[in-house]
């Protein structure tokens, strides 16, 4: 299996900036993608931004474009989350995640492994 573990998360004000990494070990090269989510308390589980190991591409919820980037370090089998601009409603709890089959990776049902989260709080 694969195993998440995510951090950077923590309480910042609105506008700021925070970076979040997910540090995967594990059978990693069973992983073909990497994706974040979030979930704020009363409400689902948010798609928010994928990647791909081989090659990099990016998907992004309209609602992070041109404020978060995902990106990736092969050689660390890291992942982070780069998130600027933040606003209250980016409050919530961000999942990392690992799926070994192809697609975009836009569903939650596509992922495999989880981490456990790491919290986001942006205050007003």
């Known amino acids: 299996q694969v195993q998440l573990v995510e951090s950077g998360g923590g309480l910042v004000q609105a506008g700021g900036s925070l970076r979040l990494s997910c540090a995967a070990s594990?059978?990693?090269?069973?992983?073909?993608?990497m994706g974040w989510f979030r979930q704020a308390p009363g409400k689902e589980r948010e798609f928010v931004a994928a990647?791909?190991?081989?090659?990099?591409?990016?998907y992004y919820a309209e609602s992070v474009k041109g404020r978060f980037t995902i990106s990736r370090d092969n050689a660390k089998n890291t992942v982070y989350l780069q998130m600027n601009s933040l606003k209250p409603e980016d409050t919530a709890l961000y999942y990392c995640?690992?799926?070994?089959?192809?697609?975009?990776?836009?569903?939650?049902?596509?992922?495999?492994?989880w981490g456990q989260g790491t919290q986001v709080t942006v205050s007003s």
């Open positions: 594990g059978r990693t090269f069973s992983s073909y993608g």
């Open positions: 995640a690992s799926r070994s089959a192809g697609g975009l990776g836009l569903s939650s049902y596509d992922y495999n492994y």
């Open positions: 990647t791909f190991w081989s090659g990099g591409r990016t």
